[in-house]
Nanobody, 115 residues
Framework: QVQLVESGGGLVQPGGSLRLSCVASGSIFSSSVMGWYRQAPGKERELVATITSSGITNYEDSVKGRFTISRDNNKNTVYLQMNSLKSEDTAVYYC?????????WGQGTQVTVSS
């Protein structure tokens, strides 16, 4: 069983930055695709960014150029650096681990962008 623990959320003003972290338990992290998703109130959960085990990244169009996903396999940790934050980035952000046909989710961390 894999456990994912996110941290780093909070309240930030528009234009500000936050860095989310997600630590995974277990031994499959380095072989897994890691992702960040978000869910705003009244909306469905959506993909923000993914990173493969070899470091190939993919981003949702609205965050390209502002967000950066990265991973440290030695620390079983995936990061999401979020810059130039906008009010529409407000959501609960979830970490996701995909290994073959298995999916695991973290509990989520709230990001609120407001003045």
């Amino acid at each position: 069983q894999v456990q994912l623990v996110e941290s780093g959320g909070g309240l930030v003003q528009p234009g500000g930055s936050l860095r989310l972290s997600c630590v995974a338990s277990g031994s499959i992290f380095s072989s897994s695709v890691m992702g960040w998703y978000r869910q705003a109130p009244g909306k469905e959960r959506e993909l923000v960014a993914t990173i493969t085990s070899s470091g190939i990244t993919n981003y949702e169009d609205s965050v390209k150029g502002r967000f950066t996903i990265s991973r440290d396999n030695n620390k079983n940790t995936v990061y999401l650096q979020m810059n130039s934050l906008k009010s529409e980035d407000t959501a609960v952000y979830y970490c996701n681990l995909k290994f073959i046909l298995r999916f695991f989710w973290g509990q989520g961390t709230q990001v609120t962008v407001s003045s």
